[in-house]
């Protein structure tokens, strides 16, 4: 059986590895120019990071809006290892992460294709859909208390 954790991650030692799942995530596999998705946000955002069998799967971050607003965004699990829940256990983590803070609500902007991931966590669709990075996207919104 794989053994998958889940934690904020140490920026110094991990963000190589948070950098090598998104550049094979979005660049790679969905074609994102580098400079849309590393877009200098990253220092000041709380990282994700997913370890299954203690290598590194997947990620998401968090940057606070204000102070009652957080945003999760550059959700993003390696293909090999999809379909197992990892996106949704990442999700969970960075919503406790928020919780804790006494956050009131929080933003995605989600890949269209996955929103039913996120509606199952109790996301909600807010408007059309939209594209970004030339993708299909859909702005959703959790409220928190």
């Not at 990071?49 to 009652?68: C, E, F, H, K």
């Not at 509606?119 to 909600?124: A, C, D, K, W």
């Given at each position: ?35 849309l ?92 859909r ?16």
């Amino acid at each position: 059986m794989s053994h998958l954790i889940v934690k904020t991650a140490e920026l110094a030692d991990e963000m190589p590895a948070i950098q090598a799942i998104r550049r094979s995530v979005f660049q790679i596999e969905q074609g994102v120019a580098p400079e849309l998705d590393f877009d200098g946000q990253d220092e000041t955002a709380e990282q994700i990071i997913a370890y299954l069998d203690n290598q590194p799967v997947g990620t998401a971050r968090i940057s606070y809006l204000d102070d009652r607003t957080a945003k999760i965004e550059r959700l993003a699990v390696l293909s090999k290892v999809r379909g197992q829940g990892i996106g949704k256990k990442i999700m969970e983590k960075a919503l406790d992460v928020v919780a804790e803070k006494n956050i009131q609500q929080v933003v995605i902007h989600a890949q269209e294709y996955i929103k039913g991931l996120h509606q199952q966590l109790g996301f909600e669709q807010e408007g059309e859909r939209f594209d970004e990075a030339g993708i299909p996207h859909v702005k959703m919104r959790k409220k928190l208390r």
